[in-house]
T-cell receptor, first 112, second 113 residues
Framework: AQTVTQSQPEMSVQEAETVTLSCTYD???????LFWYKQPPSRQMILVIR??????QNATENRFSVNFQKAAKSFSLKISDSQLGDTAMYFC?????????FGTGTRLKVLA | NAGVTQTPKFQVLKTGQSMTLQCAQD?????MYWYRQDPGMGLRLIYY???????DKGEVPNGYNVSRLNKREFSLRLESAAPSQTSVYFC????????????FGPGTRLTVL
């Protein structure tokens, strides 16, 4: 069975500092996508970053980057220069064939 | 573009009542999904529709039914609501050609008393 595990239920970081959220997954598929979604208090789910499994290069989007280790099935999210607006739940997600699997989320609080 | 819309935003039901959650997307996506979100459990897939005319069970389908009315609309029905169905429900859509990003609606907070 495919699973996604986020082992950090809650984290905090000082404004302007860097934080890394961890995610591991399990699958027997070779072609798949991995995502990080952000859910602020407004409840709206927002895509942060996407990684295609066949691409070795780690994805980056401004202050957000990933460390994708395919052999280890690890997909961590690094947030640089943390801002107060980054306070949110962060979900790691996987898609193989049609079905998306989400992790249980990490609640990140950015402290002023 | 409105993206993905859901109605209603909030709903309170009594045990045994029925209701339908509506979802529509205007992005011409083939795939649509219904999730429930509960504290500490992330998003769990209830049902999905890979394309118009097809529906499949997800991880937690019991107590729910779905209808893919057309390419735009995908509804979720609770025939006899139970307190265990108290949750926040999200509809989403995606397209393979756009990198499989899921676009989510604003969610429906449902309370079953």
């Amino acid at each position: 069975a495919q699973t996604v595990t986020q082992s950090q239920p809650e984290m905090s970081v000082q404004e302007a500092e860097t934080v890394t959220l961890s995610c591991t997954y399990d699958t027997s598929e070779n072609n798949y996508y991995l995502f990080w979604y952000k859910q602020p208090p407004s409840r709206q789910m927002i895509l942060v970053i996407r990684q295609e499994a066949y691409k070795q290069q780690n994805a980056t989007e401004n202050r957000f980057s990933v460390n994708f280790q395919k052999a280890a099935k690890s997909f961590s999210l690094k947030i640089s220069d943390s801002q107060l607006g980054d306070t949110a739940m962060y979900f790691c997600a996987f898609i193989g064939t049609y079905k998306y699997i989400f992790g249980t989320g990490t609640r990140l609080k950015v402290l002023a | 573009n409105a993206g993905v819309t859901q109605t209603p935003k909030f709903q309170v039901l009594k045990t045994g009542q029925s209701m339908t959650l509506q979802c529509a997307q205007d992005m011409n996506h083939n795939s649509m999904y219904w999730y429930r979100q509960d504290p500490g459990m992330g998003l769990r897939l209830i049902y999905y529709s890979a394309s118009e005319g097809t529906t499949d069970k997800g991880e937690v389908p019991n107590g729910y039914n779905v209808s893919r009315l057309n390419k735009r609309e995908f509804s979720l029905r609770l025939e006899s609501a139970a307190p265990s169905q108290t949750s926040v429900y999200f509809c989403a859509s995606s397209e393979v050609d756009t990198g499989n990003e899921q676009f989510f609606g604003p969610g429906t907070r449902l309370t079953v008393l």
